[in-house]
C-alpha cells in the first residue's frame, strides 16, 4: 500500500549525516511516510538502531548522476501523493514532515512548501533558508539566510522551497513535467518553482518544520559555484518571460563586480571568472534544449502575472552576491 508522502533522500557525496538523517526520521510524529535512499553505493550506513519504523528502499543511481535524474527515477517508483526531497545532510525535527503536510494540505492551489532550515551547530537558531529569493539575473539566495529564526516564525509565501528540505504534490510535479534530470543539487529549486509558478501552482513556507542542516564543505564550493552559475543561466533561459530576459546580460555584469569585490581577499579573481565562463560555455551547447523546454512550457499566467510574482520575491543583486 502506498504511503501518504514518499521522502526522497539523494546521497550524491559521500559528505552527508544519512545515520542520523534516518534515525531523524525515525522521530517523526507523522508516521504515514516512506523513505527512497538514492545512492550509487551497494549499502548504506546503519542508523545505529532496531528496526526502523517506516519503509525504507535503497535506489542505485549511476556514478555521477544528478539531483534531477535521481529524483525522476525515484518518483517514478513511488504511489505516494506527496513527495518530499530531503538532503541527506539535513536533521529534521520530529514535526517536521508533519508541519509540511499540514501546510500543503490547506490548499489545492499549494503545489510545493518549504521548511525552515536551521544552520547546525549555531548556539542560536540562525536559518539557513526559509523559501527562495531571486535577483534581476536570475540567481537565487535563501530566504531569511544568515537571520534569527524567530524573524520567520510565521506561514507565508514564498517563490519556491530549498530544495534540501521541500516538499511538493505529485500532481504538480506530473503538470509541470517533473525534475530537471541536468539540474545538480545547486540551484535546481528555482527551475522547478518556476515552472510551476507559470502553471499557476503556489508555494508557501512551513515555519514549524524545522531542519538542522550542515552547509557544504567549504572544499567543494568551487565546483558548486559553477553549478549554481550553470544551473541559473539553464533557469532563465526556460522561465524567465522575455522582457526580464533581456535585462540579464547587465544585471549579472553588476553582480559578478559585487561578488568580486567581496572575495578579493578569499580567492583570486580568474577563479571566480574561470567557473563563471565554463557555466557559460556550457549552456551554449544545451541552448537547442532549453529553447525546446521554454516553448513547450506550461504557461497558465501571462508574462505580466509572471512579472508581479517574481517581483514580490525579488532581492538586490548586491544581497545575492552576497549569499
Not at 39 to 60: N, V, Y
Request: net charge positive; aromatic share 8%; proline share 5%.
Amino acid at each position: 500500500m502506498a504511503t501518504r508522502v514518499s521522502v526522497i533522500v539523494p546521497v550524491i557525496d559521500s559528505g552527508t549525516l544519512l545515520a542520523e538523517c534516518l534515525a531523524a526520521l525515525d522521530r517523526q510524529t507523522f508516521r504515514d511516510f516512506s523513505v527512497i535512499v538514492m545512492t550509487a553505493a551497494d549499502s548504506i550506513p546503519s542508523p545505529g538502531m532496531g528496526a526502523l519504523g517506516f519503509p525504507l528502499e535503497l535506489m542505485k543511481i549511476e556514478p555521477g548522476a544528478g539531483f534531477g535524474a535521481a529524483a525522476n527515477q525515484a518518483l517514478q517508483s513511488s504511489e505516494s501523493p506527496y513527495i518530499a526531497t530531503l538532503s541527506a545532510s539535513a536533521i529534521p525535527e520530529p514535526e517536521w514532515l508533519g508541519s509540511l503536510v499540514e501546510a500543503l494540505d490547506r490548499e489545492y492551489e499549494i503545489g510545493s512548501c518549504a521548511s525552515q532550515v536551521r544552520f547546525e551547530g549555531e548556539l542560536n537558531p540562525i536559518l539557513y533558508s526559509a523559501g527562495i529569493w531571486i535577483a534581476r539575473d536570475g540567481s537565487s539566495k535563501e530566504r531569511g539566510f544568515r537571520l534569527a529564526a524567530a524573524e520567520y516564525a510565521r506561514n507565508s509565501e514564498t517563490l519556491c522551497p530549498c530544495g534540501c528540505a521541500a516538499i511538493h504534490k505529485r500532481e504538480m510535479l506530473a503538470d509541470v513535467g517533473g525534475f530537471d534530470d541536468a539540474c545538480t543539487p545547486d540551484g535546481e529549486d528555482l527551475d522547478l518553482g518556476m515552472r510551476a509558478r507559470w502553471a499557476g501552482w503556489q508555494s508557501w513556507y512551513a515555519a514549524k518544520a524545522v531542519i538542522r542542516y550542515t552547509s557544504p564543505n567549504a572544499n567543494s564550493r568551487g565546483q558548486a559555484g559553477y553549478f549554481r552559475e550553470r544551473n541559473r543561466l539553464h533557469a532563465v533561459i526556460k522561465n524567465l518571460p522575455f522582457r526580464d530576459l533581456l535585462l540579464v546580460p547587465p544585471a549579472e555584469l553588476l553582480r559578478y563586480l559585487f561578488a568580486a569585490m567581496r572575495r578579493r581577499r578569499k580567492e583570486s579573481r580568474p577563479q571566480l571568472g574561470w567557473f563563471v565562463v565554463q557555466a557559460h560555455i556550457a549552456t551554449i551547447g544545451e541552448l537547442p534544449r532549453l529553447l525546446r523546454a521554454r516553448r513547450s512550457m506550461k504557461r497558465r499566467m501571462t508574462a505580466e502575472q509572471m512579472r508581479h510574482a517574481l517581483a514580490r520575491h525579488r532581492v538586490s543583486l548586491y544581497e545575492s552576491a552576497h549569499r
